[in-house]
């Protein structure tokens, strides 16, 4: 069979995309007017993992559409596909996934809402006055400041969970320390507030639950029945649920899907339970973000075409209100979630909604470019092939004066190109509309049903997967969406050579510990230059202090201040300053540690042989807040004695 014309005309239209983008050939189409993402390919060696993984994820999938009617080993590769290619994509421009996943969740910059709950507390004031909090000058640029309480409450209530169960929390928070163990900020925070951060990292797999509701949807739809497993095997090669791995919009389109499906079974069924159960959903997202605002438009919209062009239609239609109860009670679920919150915190909920939507709409950028930019970033991320797909489907819909018209197409993009124009949108649309998305898998699954006419429909499937997979990779390799404030953790400072051997272990009661293997110290210049050499045993957890008492050769015993590791040696009341490059909290097991440090030798200093009193602090489960000692003799001390040091 022949591909149609059509279908040969947007795969031809996909491939002139790619190498433009490819290219860089116009930068419009990355953005422009005062925003746009950045144009900066990765190597290509890097990008043969997502290759083959593309390649195997389209074959696979391409093989189960063919030859198995069978349901659940095509879900359970498509769940496959849309928890592993995000992987595959990050590993394209980050050595590590879990180090990248883990940034995006607890930096700042791309989100903010696991920094939020960790800033706040569990007790803070702040959660029972959101308006107030949003409204402090530091947050106005912030995505915090234009988000509604539900995703940093939901950390803060994870955080407070796992704090009380050290069992659980303290694994997750050991395995993420060695990535910011020399990030002080994060070292403040309680095992609870670090392993929370794995709901973030674990964000693919939440993501790509939603293959699950997309086939229930479309096998629902009439429109759509024919093409859910195809549309299903499609979600996994959506540019921007790969991309933006590990922020809580990829996980939006679930949360749609489910708001879809129950409204979807309330309409047909006319029942109010669906309905009820929908409108609770929608208003669980909108608590969580507020990019769910404009999806309340598709769903009314939706509600009022299917009303007039299919149940009027039937023999015994519902009453001309139907809609409006519809709309009862679906808004009567959607006040659920805000009213508890209300009631616990005391805000009212139109408070709240007022206070971050007065923000977003403060700010400014050029209306009439923005009109397009939006859209297209929209268009160039959520699927490009489906939105085209979508435009000739209405196209074929008029022209063949159909009787079922494609509602999902029609409510989708009459709201989305209304969203652009009314001029709300503040950038990143690729990621900030993502809970379009499925609808424009819907659409599409109902634009082929006009294009094939009920036809052979696989090997068209194929073929502009391959074109949608392509632009995936071209977007992947040449555009970097996502960026930090986190750095990786430094190199361990090299030990000096040819040191006098010792063998003592410093504990702590919090369960890290580290050997000092060997040392040597040379007085000159009214100073003695110090080299240590140690050795990690177990990761410490906290970030301790050195100190060096000097005790002169006539006995008398002289302070020289603390320091850490890849720090400058500085007063005992000034600990704070004397942070390092490499604390004690990046000392892993089995990795060699060299410091050298100098310490000043008091004025007329006597002549002779001097002793080194060497101790580390900060453990106030110990005496005077010292690490545990085991000398080489097998005794302990909160310190040990180095010497002799000839001061000449």
């Known amino acids: 069979m022949k591909l149609p014309r059509s279908i040969l005309v947007i795969i031809t239209l996909a491939a002139v995309l790619a190498l433009l983008l490819a290219l860089d050939a116009w930068p419009y189409l990355r953005g422009g007017f005062g925003w746009r993402w950045p144009y900066e390919t990765a190597p290509l060696l890097r990008a043969v993992p997502l290759l083959g993984a593309l390649v195997i994820y389209v074959s696979g999938a391409s093989m189960l559409l063919r030859r198995s009617q069978a349901v659940w080993p095509l879900l359970l590769w498509a769940l496959l596909g849309a928890a592993l290619l995000p992987v595959c994509v990050t590993l394209v421009r980050a050595d590590d996934v879990v180090f990248e996943l883990f940034a995006r969740t607890a930096s700042g910059l791309p989100t903010g809402q696991h920094l939020t709950a960790a800033q706040l507390g569990w007790d803070a004031p702040e ?129 749609m899907l489910c708001v879809w499906w129950a409204l979807v079974a309330g309409l047909q069924r006319r029942a109010v339970l669906p309905l009820l159960l929908a409108g609770a959903l929608m208003g669980t997202a909108l608590f969580l973000n507020y990019t769910f605002v404009p999806l309340l438009g598709v769903v009314g919209l939706y509600t009022l075409l299917y009303y007039g062009l299919v149940e009027r239609r ?106 652009a ?42 073929a502009l997967t391959g074109a949608q997979a392509l632009l995936l990779l071209v977007l992947a390799v040449c555009l970097n969406v996502m960026a930090h404030d986190f750095s990786a953790p430094p190199a361990a400072p090299v030990a000096a050579e040819n040191l006098q051997p010792v063998n003592a272990v410093f504990s702590s009661s919090a369960g890290g510990s580290f050997r000092l293997e ?33 005790v002169a050769a006539d006995g008398r015993v002289y302070t020289t201040g603390v320091w850490q590791p890849g720090g400058v040696l500085v007063a005992a009341d000034s600990e704070q300053d004397a942070r390092g490059a490499f604390p004690t909290t990046c000392w892993l097991p089995n990795t060699v540690i060299g410091n050298r440090i100098v310490l000043p030798l008091p004025e007329n200093a006597a002549t002779g042989d001097w002793w080194l009193s060497l101790a580390a602090f900060g453990d106030e489960g110990t005496t005077d807040e010292r690490l545990r000692v085991q000398l080489p003799d097998g005794s302990e001390d909160g310190q040990i004695g180095l010497g002799p040091v000839a001061v000449p």
């Open 127 to 255: 959660w029972r006055d959101w308006p107030g909090y949003v409204a402090r000058p530091e947050l106005a640029a912030s995505h915090i400041g234009v988000a509604p309480p539900g995703l940093p409450l939901l950390y803060a209530v994870l955080n407070q969970l796992l704090d009380i169960t050290p069992a659980l929390s303290q694994p997750l928070y050991r395995a993420l320390l060695p990535y910011q163990c020399h990030n002080y900020n994060l070292l403040g925070y309680t095992p609870g507030e670090w392993a929370s951060a794995w709901l973030g990292i674990l964000m693919p797999v939440w993501a790509a639950l939603a293959v699950l509701p997309l086939y229930g949807v479309a096998r629902r739809l009439a429109g759509t029945r024919m093409y859910a497993r195809g549309i299903t095997l499609w979600y996994p090669l959506i540019p921007s649920i790969a991309m933006f791995a590990g922020t809580w919009s990829t996980f939006y389109p679930v949360l």
């Open 314 to 419: 039937q023999p015994n239609p519902p009453p001309l209100y139907w809609p409006v109860l519809v709309g009862v009670w679906f808004g009567l679920g959607m006040l659920l979630p805000w009213a508890l919150y209300g009631l616990w915190s005391g805000d009212a909920p139109w408070e709240v909604v007022r206070a971050s939507l007065g923000l977003h709409l403060d700010l400014d950028r050029p209306y009439l470019p923005w009109v397009f930019i939006h859209y297209w970033d929209w268009t160039l991320f959520n699927g490009f092939v489906l939105l085209l797909l979508c435009y000739w489907g209405l196209y074929l819909w008029r022209r063949q004066r159909a009787q079922s018209a494609p509602l999902v197409s029609l409510s989708l993009l009459t709201c989305v190109i209304f969203l």
């Open 421 to 462: 124009v009314s001029g709300t949108g503040r950038g990143e649309a690729g990621r900030v509309w993502l809970p379009f998305t499925p609808l424009a898998l819907l659409g599409a699954a109902e634009a082929l049903g006009y294009i094939l006419q009920g036809g052979e429909w696989k090997r068209v499937w194929l």
């Open 518 to 550: 060997g040392w040597q110290a040379t007085a000159q210049d009214d100073a003695v230059t110090l080299d240590l050499r140690w050795w990690g045993l177990q990761q410490p957890t906290a970030a301790y202090w050195f100190s060096v008492l000097l």
